[in-house]
């Protein structure tokens, strides 16, 4: 099995995702955008970076780009798809999960480690974790305000779908621990499926022992763990 | 600004006719100060910049250094290099600072290497200013914008404000690349008949002469009537540009490379071939431009960003055309590698044919009069403890940057084990086994005082920097700023600080490799303080370091010698008066080295150097909500000395590093850490108590004064 880690002009999180992965045990390459998806995919990784630099807006070419057509079908199909950072950003503007990521409260871009409690441990995502669980991440980004209508929202927590939200090292969900202002704290949200993830934080870079911590892990895990 | 009437009689005599346009304005540029080194090249060679790590020294893109393997037997190389973007960051911060970044990574492609990490050392005026903070926040807004884009981390760097800096701004970017020995490419034509290729962005009318910009003092009115001549950035494309050059270098197809920078096209092509004693036939019509009607002399020195010059096999070329087209970029074959001149044509006419050699080696050098500083004596000011304390810890320059690092990623690349704020940042090279560490600085006040002590001093406390967290210096390379060379005591500023960097980096046997030199940082404010950014790595096994943070369970240890003295230091910048710079260790090299193996002793808890406000600073920056200490000194002359080559130990095995410092350097017992979160200092018979938000309070002032 072999996850695709789909490399826009841009992205510059790929090889970190391919590296993390393999890390695990899980066996990934980088997939160039032109090039289409490969048959045979077992799970989809839209990496962090600057696909088309951000122009427009984050994420926006990228989700128009033809690949992402071949990505949606996947998706639709049950293949276990992540968004990380400018990943999720593409993730958002592709339809694939609601909401957008928007500017920083700050307007500044910020690279710093953050708090995050599992809300939901039953996704092949946060499998790993038990609820309530407080994992250290790291967050680099200057546009992951998390957007949505009310209406959306309460869908989103009626249903279940967030993963994650921003919280202080003992797993409060408080203003202050709110990176970038995101509504009520969201930092990772489900799809319509359980298979389809995006996440602002970057669980690569919290997976390799030697860097970083290893709080990640288990939502990279998720790729193996759906059936 | 034109030829001088001298060098233009030379390139007469030379050619035996009047050059044409464009060869005049090539030689203006490529004869400039900024590419030539006029001034600064008789002084330069008092730098070693050998060692048997040094694969490739000075005068490359990069310079190109063997990591030592502490694991497995892949020889694993990095490359070095260090920029200015002064002039430019004044006039246009973000644009300028950003443009900066954007060159010195493509240094790194040109030698076969991948981009893996960013330091900026960064000078401003006063942080009081309102314009300082306009130029702070632009470059550092330039520079996120750009590092972050790309995707390289920045991971080290330094922030001064300094009153010198009011007219000219510094902005000191290097960068680390990766390679391996069958990946290596350089600067060095190959063979006639090879085909030079340009890849990258459309070339347009911007930054116009930009090298001749950077070669003279900054006008009154810079802002407004030098806006032409800074560059703007792509980072997109640019991030294109280090994957399109990643499969050229995959596939072996580039033969030699040199990226645009100075001068543009004539700059990067004419030094490409006059390196490997070659010519050039080059049409200039073939050149991908991005406006219409542009003119041999545009299409030559325009500064347009992300483009390569790379010399490609025949044989070869239809295959970088079709990478270039998989990453979007232009790409345009402009002529071949030829014996002989350097000859332009344009719209069937030649418009430059000149000897390469003499465009790239023969622009003369000047022998300016250097006249040097007198010391400063001791006149030390009656000031309050508490008021000077809260002063020197609360300053800008010392204070917390944690706003600066945390708009830069940092982190990209999952190398980097040891982040920003720290002594040194430490980057896994997990094919070495090796931890990288890097730092990056210099100290205004320092060579204000006295500019070779003050230098020295600066090459000390990178290489204390780097042994405070376990790591061995392996080589440096160094941006030497300085205001107008035709004044001489500015002159002799400029030569104090050369020959203390290289007098201190000889005693510690490590290679200066590469290097930049920036002069005419002179306004009407006048010159900037001669400033010796030094960037040095060092290597060590592993990738862990002990924090700079006290554990709160150990014994004090201040390790190394003080100097006894204030000249330089931030406490005498904040309270007045005048002292005689600090005496500087007597065995700096045995020093580091027996810093490096305590640091990594199992029994060490926590070190961090002592520099920017002595002692005051490094015991403030320790402190934590949950570990304090109870330290005791002499007088305020213990406190604020900065000598560097010492540093905070927190250990509990005191004995063993004694030991490791017997006959090299003093070590002295300061105290104890605690477990309160408060730092409880007894300077003579004067207390002074701050708990850790108190300190915090303190050492924010940069992100309460911006946000």
């Excluded at chain 1, 993963?163 to 799809?191: H, K, M, Q, W």
């Excluded at chain 2, 030592?68 to 002039?87: A, C, K, M, R, V």
């Excluded at chain 2, 702070?136 to 010198?164: K, L, M, Q, R, W």
């Excluded at chain 2, 917390?400 to 940042?425: L, N």
């Amino acid at each position: 099995m072999t996850i695709a880690v789909i490399q826009f002009g841009g992205s510059n999180c790929d090889r970190d995702a391919v590296r993390a992965l393999a890390h695990l045990g899980i066996d990934a390459e980088r997939v160039w955008h032109e090039d289409g998806l490969p048959e045979e995919v077992s799970g989809i990784m839209l990496p962090g970076g600057f696909s088309y630099g951000d122009y427009l807006r984050a994420g926006a070419m990228a989700a128009r780009s033809p690949i992402m057509n071949e990505v949606r079908e996947a998706a639709d199909d049950g293949v276990p798809l992540l968004g990380v950072c400018n990943g999720a950003q593409v993730g958002c503007e592709s339809g694939l999960t609601d909401g957008v990521f928007t500017t920083n409260e700050s307007a500044r871009f910020q690279c710093e480690h953050v708090f995050l409690r599992v809300e939901n441990a039953e996704t092949p995502w946060t499998r790993a974790y038990d609820e309530g669980d407080v994992i250290e991440i790291p967050i680099a980004h200057g546009e992951g305000r998390f957007e949505i209508t009310d209406e959306k929202y309460d869908a989103l927590v009626d249903d279940d779908r967030v993963l994650f939200r921003y919280c202080d090292a003992e797993g409060n969900v408080t203003d202050d621990a709110n990176p970038n202002g995101s509504t009520g704290n969201v930092a990772g949200i489900l799809g319509a499926r359980e298979t389809v993830a995006v996440l602002m934080p970057h669980p690569e870079r919290a997976t390799l022992p030697d860097v970083g911590g290893t709080d990640g892990q288990g939502i990279l895990r998720g790729f193996t763990s759906i059936e | 600004m034109s030829l001088p009437d001298t060098d233009y009689d030379l390139i007469r005599d030379e050619l035996g006719r009047d050059p044409t346009p464009a060869e005049g304005e090539l030689f203006e540029n490529l004869w400039s100060e900024h590419c030539a080194y006029r001034s600064s090249r008789p002084l330069l060679s008092a730098f070693d910049s050998e060692s048997d790590d040094v694969v490739i020294g000075p005068g490359d893109d990069a310079a190109v250094v063997a990591v030592p393997l502490y694991e497995g037997d892949d020889e694993t190389y990095i490359t070095f290099g260090i920029e200015s973007h002064n002039h430019p960051s004044y006039v246009d911060p973000f644009d300028g600072a950003a443009t900066g970044v954007g060159g010195i990574v493509r240094d790194t492609l040109s030698m076969g290497a991948y981009p893996i990490a960013l330091a900026d050392s960064l000078y401003f005026g006063d942080f009081d200013r309102e314009h300082s903070r306009y130029l702070f926040e632009g470059v550092v807004e330039g520079i996120s914008h750009y590092g972050n884009c790309i995707g390289v981390p920045t991971v080290a760097g330094s922030v001064d404000f300094h009153e010198g800096y009011v007219g000219n701004p510094l902005v000191n970017v290097a960068c680390v690349g990766l390679t391996t020995p069958d990946r290596l490419v350089t600067a060095e034509a190959q063979a006639a008949g090879n085909k030079l290729v340009l890849v990258g962005n459309a070339t347009g009318r911007d930054g116009l002469g930009g090298a001749s910009f950077a070669s003279e003092d900054l006008a009154e009115d810079a802002e407004t009537e030098d806006r032409p001549a800074v560059q703007v950035g792509d980072p997109y494309t640019e991030k294109l540009l280090i994957e399109a050059n990643e499969d050229l270098v995959d596939e072996g197809l580039v033969l030699s490379a040199r990226d645009l920078g100075a001068a543009g096209l004539g700059g990067a092509s004419s030094e490409l071939v006059a390196k490997g004693g070659f010519g050039a036939e080059i049409d200039l019509d073939r050149v991908h431009q991005r406006e219409p009607n542009m003119s041999a002399l545009e299409i030559l020195l325009a500064e347009s960003q992300e483009r390569m010059c790379y010399e490609v096999a025949p044989e070869d070329v239809e295959r970088v055309a079709d990478i270039a087209e998989k990453y979007d970029l232009g790409c345009s074959v402009i002529g071949d590698v030829a014996d002989g001149n350097y000859v332009c044509t344009f719209d069937g006419d030649v418009v430059v044919d000149v000897p390469p050699e003499f465009l790239a080696d023969g622009a003369p050098m000047n022998d300016l009069d250097a006249v040097a500083s007198e010391p400063q004596e001791r006149d030390l000011p009656e000031a309050d403890l508490t008021e000077a304390f809260e002063a020197v810890v609360g300053s800008p320059t010392t204070a917390s940057k944690r706003w600066v690092y945390r708009q830069y990623d940092h982190e990209v690349g999952i190398r980097t084990s040891v982040g920003p704020g720290d002594d040194a940042a430490i980057i896994a090279l997990r094919e070495a086994g090796a931890g990288l560490a890097l730092s990056s600085g210099a100290n205004p006040n320092w060579t204000s005082a006295n500019p070779y002590e003050g230098a020295r001093a600066v090459a000390l406390e990178n290489a204390t920097n780097l042994a405070a967290k376990g790591a061995t210096p392996l080589a440096a390379v160094d941006c030497l700023n300085g205001g107008n060379p035709e004044k001489p005591a500015v002159y002799g500023g400029f030569k104090g600080i050369v020959d203390g960097l290289a007098d201190m980096c000889r005693t510690l046997s490590t290679p200066v490799v590469g290097g930049n030199v920036s002069l005419y940082n002179d306004s009407v404010s006048g010159p900037i303080p001669p400033t010796p950014t030094l960037a040095m790595v060092g290597s060590k096994a592993g990738y862990d370091a002990p924090p700079a943070a006290f554990s709160g369970e150990g014994t004090l240890l201040l390790v190394g010698e003080a100097g006894g003295a204030l000249g330089g230091s931030e406490y005498l910048a904040k309270t007045g008066g005048t002292d005689r710079f600090p005496t500087l260790p007597a065995n700096p090299a045995g020093l580091v080295a027996a810093l490096a193996a305590v640091a990594d002793d199992e029994s060490t808890l926590a070190t961090h150097d002592v520099s920017h406000g002595g002692l005051a600073v490094s015991l403030a920056e320790m402190v934590t909500e949950t570990a304090g200490a109870d330290v005791e000194l002499a007088d305020e002359i213990a406190l604020f000395d900065e000598t560097p080559g010492r540093v905070v130990v927190e250990t509990t095995n005191p004995e063993a590093v004694r030991e490791a410092f017997d006959g090299v350097a003093p070590v002295t017992e300061i105290g104890a850490a605690t477990t309160d979160g408060t730092l409880s200092l007894s300077v003579s018979d004067e207390e002074l108590v701050y708990d850790a938000a108190s300190i915090a309070e303190l050492r924010d002032v940069i992100e309460r004064e911006l946000e």
